[in-house]
């Protein structure tokens, strides 16, 4: 038998020992010389006993000892004494139960082998005890071998089973923990009820600024306005009344049985008071001392439930929110106009916390509201007087100031919650809600370019968001935030496709998409539309003149007057070179010569500076106009640039129209 760990020096003891006494058994020294006998066989116990005891490195070595020496001593006194040898029996079972194999086979062996001459010579008779002995031993082994076992392999399993109702994962669909709560809460109720001898027990909780019952042994049990129980509320501590009749005390709370004796104890978390535990009863005098502190210990009971329900509802709120984030945040993403970013987004934010939203983005013009959501019919109304135009269907304020939404596009990334808005000095909107606002939060949309736009939330209701509702938007804000700027970066992208670096007009390549559109609308209204081809004379002679970069001043200058000409529904572009186009929606031959002739003068009239050089340009301008002169896009084409041919064959500085004779 190996033994690791083990000094030789203890090893070379054990074996010492172990020889003289197994020696002297068989010499039959326990009948010779028995105070020598036992007086080694004792020390030998003596010194595995402290080694076991004492050592800080318990080892199998010293058990084994130690039993072997207690075996020894026991088949020494059964030479004289035959009862002896019974007790060989506890020693094979304890070291067989409570050891391991490399204890108790050595101490078995000794058994055996220290009682085998005695048994061959002596006592056959003796054989079947020690066999007993052994074989107890090994029934106990394997017995708590196997109840160990199952002992551990249900441990595993209650752990397993409580990792699994302890994961993270959980889900709104999981079983209704707070249902089984209630019933535990109901329990607690009825048990304290019958420990105090009361006849009703019951918990009310804190619900904002007033109260509400969480829960009674009574059915039908009603609050009052007055009474000890909002009085416990207020002093934050236990009142014990044992004559309320008599002193006409109300309790605060009814049940269709008269109260005589009260006990209130408040239910109180930190520094966060949940409600209040109420004991009463028929009987006079019916609580003592002993009843309150009693009542106490059930009470932080029902406090301590009570605060778990709260933060089990605070962790499903979570999970739900975060659920709607993950949902919401998804759809978002799939958006790239500003416009559906923004009314997606409205919607998703009154899905985390239900209030009145708009959301307001930066503009050119100023701010714009493209969304807005739970307003009231009036509202909207009122912002539709504001609109800038009927035909964009945009809401657009030239300013904010003085409003709440000013100081959030202005005061950083940090968002403003107002949970109690009724005597704040600012108003909130640039518009009447509708309703009387009693809270307010604004959260900065912060892109790379600074604030983009604010998100609003109003709500008739002071307090009305949570702290896990104020995170959420801010971390839904923020996926917002980002969203905006990648759709304000796609309008930039697209901008450059469709415009011309050098005039700032759209590029003939959204001129042709633009006139396809355009004229499929009016064939299938049968509405006028008019082409203008505009060329800059002699251009040539200014760049040879003057160097291109006074000519580029001068087309970047001429462009500026033909957008300045032509109105939202019109589409101006830079044709190629020095040539450009028009297209004129809702316009007749008529109106497109009279705009052509404006055109014409604003710019022959005005000399351009171009690189400090008074420079006198004139353009020559053909007219074409559906459907009086053709009734075909490409042909309308053609004879716009016919005409611009026309005008520049008769002496240029001219409008000429299609079809027009010289």
């Given amino acids: 038998m190996r033994f690791r760990g083990d000094s030789k020096k203890?090893?070379?003891l054990f074996a010492a020992f172990f020889v003289l006494l197994t020696t002297g058994f068989y010499l039959h020294f326990p009948l010779s010389h028995p105070a020598l006998w036992f007086s080694a066989a004792l020390a030998a116990c003596g010194y595995f006993l402290l080694q076991s005891v004492y050592?800080?490195?318990?080892?199998?070595?010293?058990?084994?000892?130690?039993f072997i020496s207690l075996s020894t001593i026991s088949g020494g006194l059964s030479l004289s004494y035959h009862w002896a040898a019974y007790l060989d029996i506890p020693l094979a079972v304890g070291t067989a139960s409570f050891f391991g194999a490399q204890v108790f086979a050595p101490v078995w062996a000794a058994i055996f082998a220290l009682g085998a001459k005695d048994i061959i010579?002596?006592?056959?008779?003796?054989?079947?005890?020690?066999?007993?002995?052994i074989a107890s031993g090994a029934v106990s082994h394997f017995a708590l071998k196997r109840y160990k076992g199952l002992a551990t392999s249900l441990a595993e399993k209650v752990s397993r089973l409580d990792e699994e109702n302890s994961e993270p994962g959980l889900s709104t669909g999981d079983l209704d923990v707070l249902g089984a709560a209630e019933k535990e809460f109901s329990r607690a109720l009825l048990l304290a009820r019958e420990s105090l001898e009361a006849d009703?027990?019951?918990?009310?909780?804190?619900?904002?600024?007033?109260?509400?019952?969480?829960?009674?042994?009574?059915?039908?049990?009603?609050?009052?306005?007055?009474?000890?129980?909002?009085?416990?509320?207020?002093?934050?501590?236990?009142?014990?009344?044992?004559?309320?009749?008599?002193?006409?005390?109300?309790?605060?709370?009814?049940?269709?049985?008269?109260?005589?004796?009260?006990?209130?104890?408040?239910?109180?978390?930190?520094?966060?008071?949940?409600?209040v535990a109420a004991c009463d009863s028929r009987r006079v005098g019916a609580f003592g001392l002993r009843h309150v502190s009693d009542f106490q210990r059930f009470a932080a009971f029902f406090a301590g439930m009570m605060a778990r329900e709260r933060v089990f509802s605070e962790m499903k709120r979570t999970l739900k929110g975060l659920e709607v984030f993950k949902k919401e945040s998804s759809k978002i993403l799939r958006q790239l106009a500003k416009e559906d970013i923004a009314r997606e987004g409205a919607l998703a934010a009154r899905k985390i916390a239900p209030m009145a939203t708009a959301v307001f983005l930066r503009s050119e013009e100023g701010y714009e509201l493209p969304a807005a959501a739970g307003f009231s019919s009036s509202t909207q109304e009122e912002r539709q007087k504001i609109k800038k135009n009927k035909e964009n269907k945009k809401t657009f304020f030239k300013t904010l100031k003085g409003t709440l939404v000013a100081n959030a596009f202005d005061g950083g990334q940090e968002p403003i919650y107002i949970s109690d808005y009724r005597?704040?000095?600012v108003a909130a909107l640039p518009f009447d809600c509708?309703?009387?606002?009693?809270?307010?939060?604004?959260?900065?949309?912060?892109?790379?370019?600074?604030?983009?736009?604010?998100?609003?939330?109003?709500?008739?209701?002071?307090?009305?968001?949570?702290?896990h509702q104020i995170e959420l938007l801010k971390m839904f804000s923020n996926q917002l935030s980002v969203t905006f700027s990648r759709a304000i970066l796609y309008e930039k992208l697209a901008i450059l496709a469709e415009t011309d670096a050098l005039t700032g007009l759209f590029n003939r390549g959204y001129f042709e998409e633009a006139l396809s559109k355009e004229f499929k609308r009016v064939v299938r209204h049968q509405r006028p539309l008019s082409l203008l081809l505009i060329d800059v004379d002699h251009f040539k002679k200014i760049n040879d003149r003057f160097g291109h970069t006074a000519g580029d001043a001068v087309l970047k200058i001429v462009a500026s007057i033909i957008k300045k000409a032509m109105r939202d529904t019109d589409v101006?572009?830079?044709?190629?070179?020095?040539?450009?186009?028009?297209?004129?929606?809702?316009?007749?031959?008529?109106?497109?010569?009279?705009?052509?002739?404006?055109?014409?003068?604003?710019?022959?009239?005005?000399?351009?500076?171009?690189?400090?050089?008074?420079?006198?340009?004139?353009?020559?301008?053909g007219v074409a106009s559906f459907p009086r002169d053709t009734g075909s896009r490409e042909e309308l084409v053609e004879l716009a640039d016919k005409a611009l041919y026309g005008a520049k064959s008769h002496g240029r500085n001219k409008v000429f129209l299609a079809k027009q004779e010289g």
Wanted: hydrophobic fraction near 40%; proline fraction near 6%.
């Fill in 10 to 12: 203890t090893k070379i």
């Fill in 572 to 621: 101006a572009a830079r044709y190629g070179g020095e040539e450009f186009v028009a297209i004129l929606a809702e316009t007749d031959k008529t109106g497109a010569q009279n705009l052509a002739e404006r055109l014409r003068k604003a710019i022959f009239l005005n000399p351009i500076d171009a690189g400090g050089n008074a420079v006198s340009v004139s353009v020559s301008i």
């Fill in 121 to 133: 010579l002596h006592r056959p008779g003796a054989l079947p005890l020690v066999m007993f002995s």
């Fill in 200 to 275: 009703s027990v019951s918990v009310f909780r804190v619900d904002g600024e007033d109260v509400a019952v969480k829960g009674s042994t009574s059915a039908g049990i009603k609050l009052r306005n007055e009474g000890m129980i909002r009085l416990c509320l207020k002093k934050r501590e236990p009142l014990c009344l044992t004559k309320m009749d008599q002193e006409e005390l109300s309790p605060g709370y009814e049940h269709g049985e008269p109260v005589c004796s009260l006990m209130a104890v408040p239910l109180v978390l930190g520094h966060t008071i949940l409600g």
């Fill in 55 to 66: 050592s800080k490195n318990r080892k199998p070595l010293d058990k084994t000892g130690l």
């Fill in 423 to 425: 005597d704040y000095p």
């Fill in 434 to 467: 509708g309703f009387p606002v009693k809270s307010v939060f604004l959260q900065p949309l912060v892109g790379e370019e600074g604030t983009l736009g604010v998100l609003g939330m109003f709500s008739d209701r002071t307090n009305s968001l949570s702290a």
